[in-house]
C-alpha cells in the first residue's frame, strides 16, 4: 500500500464516521425546525441538504483517487460541520434544560464535532504528505 493510499483511506474512513452522525443529525435539525430559523422553507433546506450530498459525494470521490484537492473538499466539509455544530448546537446543549432529543441528540453532535475536526485535521495531512495523482 503506497503512502497516499494510506492518507485516502484515512481520510475516507474518517468521512464515512463523520457521515454516520451527520445524516442522522440533519433529521434532528428538520424535526426541531432548525431550517425555519434560517428563514429556509422545508424545500429549500432539501435542496440545499441535496447539493450538500452531492458535494461530499464528490470530493470523497476524488479523495479515493488521491487527488489533493479531495483533500481540501473533505478538510472543508468537516471543518465546516464541526464550526457549525460548536456554533448552533453546543451553547443550547450547555444549558440546564434538556437539548432536543436528549442523548440521543447530544451524541449527533458531539459525534458530528469530534469527528468533523478529526477529518478536516487528517485531510490537512493527507493533502501536506502526498503527491498529486490526478484531477
Same mark, same amino acid.
Given at each position: 500500500?503506497?503512502?497516499?493510499?494510506?492518507?485516502?483511506? &484515512?481520510?475516507?474512513?474518517? =468521512?464515512? /464516521?463523520?457521515?454516520? $452522525?451527520?445524516?442522522?443529525? %440533519?433529521?434532528?435539525?428538520? !424535526?426541531?425546525?432548525?431550517?425555519?430559523?434560517?428563514?429556509?422553507?422545508?424545500?429549500?433546506?432539501?435542496?440545499?441538504?441535496?447539493?450538500?450530498?452531492?458535494?461530499?459525494?464528490?470530493?470523497?470521490?476524488?479523495?479515493? &483517487?488521491?487527488?489533493?484537492? =479531495?483533500? /481540501?473538499?473533505?478538510? $472543508?466539509?468537516?471543518?465546516? %460541520?464541526?464550526?457549525?455544530? !460548536?456554533?448552533?448546537?453546543?451553547?443550547?446543549?450547555?444549558?440546564?434544560?434538556?437539548?432536543?432529543?436528549?442523548?440521543?441528540?447530544?451524541?449527533?453532535?458531539?459525534?458530528?464535532?469530534?469527528?468533523?475536526?478529526?477529518?478536516?485535521?487528517?485531510?490537512?495531512?493527507?493533502?501536506?504528505?502526498?503527491?498529486?495523482?490526478?484531477?
Amino acid at each position: 500500500m503506497t503512502t497516499d493510499s494510506k492518507w485516502s483511506n &484515512r481520510v475516507v474512513a474518517l =468521512g464515512l /464516521v463523520m457521515v454516520t $452522525f451527520a445524516y442522522p443529525h %440533519l433529521i434532528d435539525d428538520f !424535526l426541531y425546525y432548525v431550517p425555519q430559523e434560517f428563514g429556509l422553507t422545508n424545500q429549500v433546506a432539501q435542496v440545499l441538504a441535496g447539493l450538500f450530498s452531492f458535494v461530499l459525494f464528490a470530493v470523497f470521490c476524488a479523495a479515493v &483517487r488521491g487527488n489533493r484537492w =479531495g483533500y /481540501v473538499g473533505t478538510g $472543508f466539509m468537516g471543518g465546516f %460541520l464541526a464550526l457549525a455544530v !460548536l456554533l448552533k448546537h453546543v451553547p443550547k446543549m450547555l444549558l440546564p434544560e434538556p437539548y432536543w432529543s436528549g442523548g440521543f441528540s447530544e451524541t449527533l453532535n458531539w459525534g458530528l464535532l469530534v469527528s468533523g475536526c478529526a477529518l478536516m485535521i487528517v485531510s490537512i495531512l493527507a493533502f501536506q504528505q502526498t503527491t498529486d495523482r490526478g484531477s
